[in-house]
């Protein structure tokens, strides 16, 4: 793709629903938007942008291919069975609520699933904080919604929180009322919009290695601004922060990387040890 064409990709983008290319990285995304052009039946991306620029639909599935929603309850189960046996009890050590942020929750699948091993750590009636946010105004009606979710998004979900946490209809898994109030949903765009302080945990997982570098490494720093010391980030399992200890992390295990400033160390022996089942 050439060098102007791509910029007027990007232009129009932008102007029709509000996403700025640059963000991402440039041969990834230009992969996907060729074949999107071929999957849509137009010669050009003129004659594309022509014909969407006034339909909603339209409009709405672009938006939904360049978001990427590819997700699942409790994806990586390896990972979340670290974060329930090892991560949650330690923070639940030092406070015992806790405020939680899925960032790029996608249809809600992440916050759930954080929802549930939460409720399993501290009882049905604690109280914490789980904020689930997205840029994908499509997503998050999904989300808010509690379901409909396609079998295979369950897959992982172990049988004791499946019977007890959603309900099967005809469109597919719905996640039950009791959870989904335990969930705050809203739209949140990482690149551009401010971003809270004081979380205990956050999970950003299969998100940033779809930016350049230079926005990966400003998210990584905005992160560490929005944990408190000793706050974790649960990052996606090919996502690897190269430059921990100078931007103010160490890492814990695989994947969760603990914000520096406080000197109380975790359990020693709670480090490293194998996985548990899935």
Same mark, same amino acid.
């Given at each position: 793709?050439?060098?102007?064409?791509?910029?007027?990709?990007?232009?129009?983008?932008?102007?029709?629903?509000?996403?700025?290319?640059?963000?991402?990285?440039?041969?990834?995304?230009?992969?996907?938007?060729?074949?999107?052009?071929?999957?849509?039946?137009?010669?050009?991306?003129?004659?594309?942008?022509?014909?969407?620029?006034?339909?909603?639909? !339209?409009?709405?599935?672009?938006? +939904?291919?360049?978001?990427?929603?590819?997700?699942?309850?409790?994806?990586?189960?390896?990972?979340?069975?670290?974060?329930?046996?090892?991560?949650?009890?330690?923070?639940?050590?030092?406070?015992?609520?806790?405020?939680?942020?899925?960032?790029?929750?996608?249809?809600?699948?992440?916050?759930?699933?954080?929802?549930?091993?939460?409720?399993?750590?501290?009882?049905?009636?604690?109280?914490?904080?789980?904020?689930?946010? +997205?840029?994908?105004?499509?997503?998050?009606?999904?989300?808010?919604?509690? !379901?409909?979710?396609?079998? +295979?998004?369950?897959?992982?979900?172990?049988?004791?929180?499946?019977?007890?946490?959603?309900?099967?209809?005809?469109? !597919?898994?719905?996640?039950?009322?009791?959870?989904?109030?335990?969930?705050?949903?809203?739209?949140?765009?990482?690149?551009?919009?401010?971003?809270?302080?004081?979380?205990?945990?956050?999970?950003?997982?299969?998100?940033?290695?779809?930016?350049?570098?230079?926005?990966?490494?400003?998210?990584?720093?905005?992160?560490?601004?929005?944990?408190?010391?000793?706050?974790?980030?649960?990052?996606?399992?090919?996502?690897?922060?190269?430059?921990?200890?100078?931007?103010?992390?160490?890492?814990?295990?695989?994947?969760?990387?603990?914000?520096?400033?406080?000197?109380?160390?975790?359990?020693?022996?709670?480090?490293?040890?194998?996985?548990?089942?899935?």
């Amino acid at each position: 793709m050439r060098a102007q064409e791509y910029d007027f990709i990007k232009h129009k983008v932008r102007k029709l629903i509000g996403m700025d290319l640059n963000f991402y990285k440039s041969a990834q995304m230009q992969r996907r938007l060729k074949t999107y052009l071929l999957r849509s039946g137009h010669a050009n991306w003129a004659n594309f942008f022509r014909a969407i620029q006034s339909d909603p639909t !339209g409009l709405g599935k672009l938006r +939904d291919y360049l978001t990427i929603n590819v997700t699942a309850f409790f994806r990586d189960p390896q990972k979340f069975e670290r974060l329930r046996t090892f991560i949650l009890p330690e923070l639940l050590r030092e406070r015992p609520r806790l405020r939680v942020w899925s960032a790029g929750c996608s249809q809600g699948h992440e916050p759930y699933s954080l929802a549930m091993l939460l409720v399993q750590a501290s009882g049905l009636d604690s109280r914490h904080l789980i904020l689930g946010t +997205d840029i994908d105004h499509s997503a998050l009606v999904r989300a808010r919604a509690g !379901g409909p979710y396609p079998a +295979d998004s369950v897959a992982k979900t172990s049988p004791s929180l499946l019977h007890r946490y959603f309900e099967m209809r005809d469109d !597919g898994y719905h996640v039950t009322d009791e959870l989904r109030r335990k969930v705050t949903f809203r739209h949140h765009d990482l690149s551009r919009d401010p971003f809270q302080k004081g979380f205990d945990l956050i999970v950003c997982r299969n998100v940033v290695i779809y930016f350049t570098r230079e926005i990966k490494e400003r998210l990584y720093r905005r992160f560490h601004s929005a944990l408190r010391p000793g706050g974790v980030l649960f990052v996606g399992g090919t996502e690897v922060m190269s430059k921990t200890a100078s931007q103010g992390f160490e890492m814990v295990d695989i994947s969760f990387y603990r914000r520096n400033g406080v000197k109380q160390r975790w359990s020693a022996r709670n480090f490293a040890q194998p996985y548990g089942r899935g």
